[in-house]
């Protein structure tokens, strides 16, 4: 994925994107942060002049801002457009507003402060995270001051960063700091995520190649985010569960997981042949090539079940995921319990796997209902 961060010194002029301070400063009737061109268009989108079909073309963005006094996300949708009677490309459409369960969030921003944005989409941008540094906030002043030197002064307020450069920037920050959102790789969020499952190549990688140390509480974080994802991703499986019954691929389904959180597979139905098959989701947020976790018990009902299949549901996000089914794993199974020599009083719960090391089916897409935006 291409790397495209930036680090700006924010104005008075930029300052005037938020409503609390266009009220407070009277800077101009600019509404916008301005994105440098030579950074915005000369490094990251060096087409977008030519996609656009008008002068006044307005491209749609998620934006999600972080900060400032690294407080978490506040989503909204806003716009990049570059007009005719603009000088600079814009992040705009309207003002940003504190959100109503944050008032005076925005209020303290002063000149001087960093946003620190990484643009999302090809060719053009759909989705902006955008943090805000405040110099005088107990919270953020140590981050200001170790990035604040990165910019050069005078009218160049907006540089280009990578991921490396900003994790040895910012090392010193805490634990739980939003920074540390646009420093991992997907490598080291893979990590992180079978870390927190108790993966010990997670932990290996973690150990190894992050720039820092991760909080009791991030790890928590994420096991609570595994779990949640896992409930998204059979959320998803028994809608395609449905599909298929629907159209008489399946004769039976059940989802037995949502009544028994201990069984060893999270689904039982029935083809159309009549043959039983148990089904165990396996999940993410990421790429379908990161590792998952399989219990021993799982492994257990996988080699004495005549069919039990894994569906790998991968690069989940609001609007649904994929999956890929690797069919009949029995013999997998039975291979790894039989290689398994363990003393008396050990044993193995869980295993990483890699999905390298099965068979899978072909890509399959899951459209979440009423996924599709009026």
Known sequence: MTERIALKRLTDSDLTFFEAM????NAGNQKAINLNADIFIEKFYPILPALKSSPNDVIPVTLTILGPKGVGPHVISRAVTKRQAYKNWRLNGEFVRDPEDEPGRYDELLAGDLALFEFFGDPRPE????????ANDPTDADLHHALAGLVPGGRKTMIELSKNELSASVGSAPAAHPVWQFTFDPQLEGALEDAASGGFDGIETLRKKANRKFSAEEISKSRRLAEEIGQDGEELAWLLLQQQKSAGTLNSIEWNSRTNAIAPYDFSVTDAAGSAILIDAKSTAGSFDRKFHISYAELLEAANHPRYDIWRIYDITHEGAKVRIAENVGSFAKTIISSLTLPDGVTADSFSISPTKLSWGVEQQ??????TED
């Not at 989705?127 to 405040?134: D, M």
């Not at 899951?366 to 996924?371: A, D, M």
């Open 366 to 371: 899951i459209e979440r209902l009423g996924s």
């Open 22 to 25: 266009f009220r407070k400063l």
């Open 127 to 134: 989705r902006v995270s955008l943090l805000l540094i405040s």
